[in-house]
């Protein structure tokens, strides 16, 4: 799916701003799409609606919230093809204009569009959008059901719980906030009638050159033609049919930390788009991972998109700090965690050279053996699940800056390890199948009893999250080493490149402690210091990514204190005393090569 784009023959339309705005209730009121809200507030578009306003009747929510804007087309502009583009409505839409629907769609971080008829443009069209916050069982992230949610495994059997009467909610079975709206850009796209549909480049790194090769799907049968620039705007390659290979010598390569983009302007009758993309290899090998043939060594983070008052809108400042705060730091990577992040992040990753895992919002699934109306979400769980991963790989499959995919995050796979294989298997050959690029695919694992799963030898790389002096041996990192090593002897036998996706500790800022008790940022230091002492004994430990990047908003409850201060930065984004620490350790650790010898191996 192409990214709205501005030239001499698109025009694009930001709808953002003020909205009209009001919460509704758990059914669909059509009339709140079909005309004028009666009463009704302001809401910022691209932004989660829930911590705009200072009342917690936006921040619990639960059911359909409506937006409305008014817009008009330039009369010049009718005779083009109007796209309306939404980057991402958490977690349902349903859109509606003048009256009419004219789409929806299911999943909250991934782009969606509808093409307007001109016929039912009016001078100032009513645009209406119902978002819908609900998760459960069949969303990806899963909601979890109440019994779950607030008794875990061992529903209370007491009279004062069994009467008491719960307000319907939603129980996010993931640790981040469930924000949820218009969360990132509305535009109104122009382009010809007759149009580029689609683009995917992929490169081929041979002795002094590079074998490109761009597939242009088009609104009709015709010709497309390609001409290639280097990042200066020199044309390197002229008028290419689209489909055919081209040869571009002596190729500057795309590398972490050292980004150089081409740009493929791609030309079909009247209508233009311009494709950045990076000349880079993605190869495992061994017990490596391998960039541009050479071992990469992961440094970075787990993150989420959450920030004040957006909730998990779009930012662009905030992303263009949280990248500066990375190179400060000397990471070179991140992973999307726990879902698909804005476009605009993973372009500016491809410009900055910052190496990133893409995950879809599968965070929070298990596989019980089911029945009846569970299995019925179930089922439909996992036909979403497909969706979402090829609606992710279409969006992204051409940013040089992705070069992996997560199929989801921490599942159970040891309650049912066939059921959770097969379900697994499935994916991952999916995966491989629509990426033009096939990169590498995994499944971020964390589980207790990892001897009985049997989903992570899927993975082409090996991710696991673990807390061993947090939620296991919490205070003891002598125990925590011992239980690291054991996990690492036991998957060095796998012979694959393994990453630590997420561990850490939390600290709430400025909480100090000579004997490095927990919560304490001494502690969380510590905890680090413990763990990258075991991990890098392991030569086939090819990475280490922190959780979290930035302490977050997480549902309320008696784990946590104003959400996850796992961060090495604060919310606002202030250094802890972990941050200086992996700030010196990844200044010494160079981006390629580590733990190999001097032939790289
Ligand atoms: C991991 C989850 C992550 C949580 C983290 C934590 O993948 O989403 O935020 O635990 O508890 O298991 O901090």
Not at 179 to 195: A, Q
Not at 253 to 279: H, R
Not at 484 to 490: I, L, V
Request: glycine share 8%; hydrophobic share 35%; aromatic share 12%.
């Amino acid at each position: 799916m192409l990214y709205p784009q501005m030239n001499e023959k698109r025009t694009v339309f930001d709808l953002g701003g003020l909205w009209d705005f009001c919460l509704g209730g758990e059914s669909l009121d059509k009339k709140c799409l079909a005309v004028p809200l009666e009463k009704s507030e302001k809401m910022f578009v691209p932004a989660s609606y829930n911590d705009q306003k200072a009342d917690k009747k936006y921040r619990e929510h639960y059911g359909y919230a409506y937006y409305q804007r008014r817009f008009s087309v330039p009369n010049e502009l009718k005779s083009k093809r109007l796209v309306l583009r939404f980057g991402a409505v958490a977690h349902n839409a349903e859109v509606w204009l003048n009256g009419k629907r004219i789409v929806s769609h299911t999943g909250g971080f991934l782009p969606f569009e509808a093409e307007l008829d001109p016929l039912f443009l009016e001078e100032q069209n009513l645009l209406c959008v119902a978002v819908d916050n609900r998760i459960d069982l069949s969303t990806l992230p899963v909601g979890n059901e109440i019994k779950k949610a607030m008794f875990g495994d061992a529903p209370p059997d007491f009279e004062s719980v069994l009467k008491t009467k719960i307000k319907n909610k939603n129980y996010p079975n993931f640790d981040f906030f469930n924000y949820c709206g218009i969360n990132r850009p509305v535009f109104l796209c122009v382009m010809p009638t007759e149009y580029i549909s689609d683009i995917s480049i992929v490169s081929e790194i041979k002795d002094g050159f590079a074998v490109v090769k761009a597939d242009v799907s088009l609104s009709k049968k015709g010709n497309a033609k390609i001409s290639v620039f280097d990042k200066e705007g020199r044309e390197i390659a002229r008028g290419v049919d689209a489909g055919s290979e081209f040869i571009i010598e002596n190729p500057h390569l795309w590398e972490p930390n050292n980004a150089y983009l081409y740009t493929a302007k791609v030309t079909f009758g009247d209508d233009c788009y311009y494709q950045k993309f990076g000349i880079r290899s993605i190869e495992i090998k061994g017990e490596k991972f391998l960039i541009n043939g050479k071992p990469f060594y992961f440094k970075g983070f787990g993150k989420h998109e959450d920030s004040e008052t957006r909730g998990r809108g779009y930012d662009g400042a905030l992303n263009v700090k949280d990248i500066s705060l990375m190179k400060w730091i000397n990471a070179n990577s991140f992973r999307t965690s726990h879902y698909p992040y804005a476009e605009e992040m993973l372009s500016l990753c491809d410009e900055e050279g910052i190496v990133v895992i893409g995950e879809t919002p599968a965070v929070g699934l298990a596989f019980p053996d089911a029945d009846g109306e569970v299995k019925k979400k179930l089922d439909l769980r996992s036909l979403r699940h497909k969706e979402v991963l090829s609606e992710m790989i279409a969006r992204d499959k051409n940013h040089p800056c992705v070069v992996a995919w997560s199929l989801a995050n921490e599942p159970d796979s040891t309650g049912n390890p066939e059921k959770a294989r097969e379900y697994f298997k499935t994916l991952y050959d999916l995966a491989h199948r629509l990426d033009p690029q096939s990169r590498p695919v995994t499944v971020v694992a964390c589980n207790n009893d990892y001897v009985k799963d049997k989903v992570t030898e899927l993975s082409d790389i090996i991710c696991l999250n673990r807390y061993y002096g947090w939620y296991i041996f919490a205070g003891d990192l002598d125990a925590a080493k011992q239980a690291m090593t054991a996990e690492m002897e036991y998957f060095s036998k796998f012979c694959k490149p393994l990453m630590i996706t997420e561990y850490g500790a939390d600290a709430a800022a400025g909480i100090h402690s000579v004997t490095a008790n927990t919560f304490s940022e001494e502690y969380q230091l510590e905890f680090y210091e413990a763990i990258n002492s075991v991990l890098d004994k392991y030569g086939f430990v090819v990475g280490e990514q922190v959780w979290n990047f930035a302490d977050f908003a997480t549902v309320q409850g008696v784990m946590r204190v104003d959400g996850n201060k796992k961060g090495l930065f604060t919310r606002d984004r202030r250094p802890k005393l972990a941050a200086h620490y992996f700030r010196k350790r990844w200044g010494e650790i160079p981006d390629f090569g580590y733990k190999c010898n001097n032939k790289g191996e």
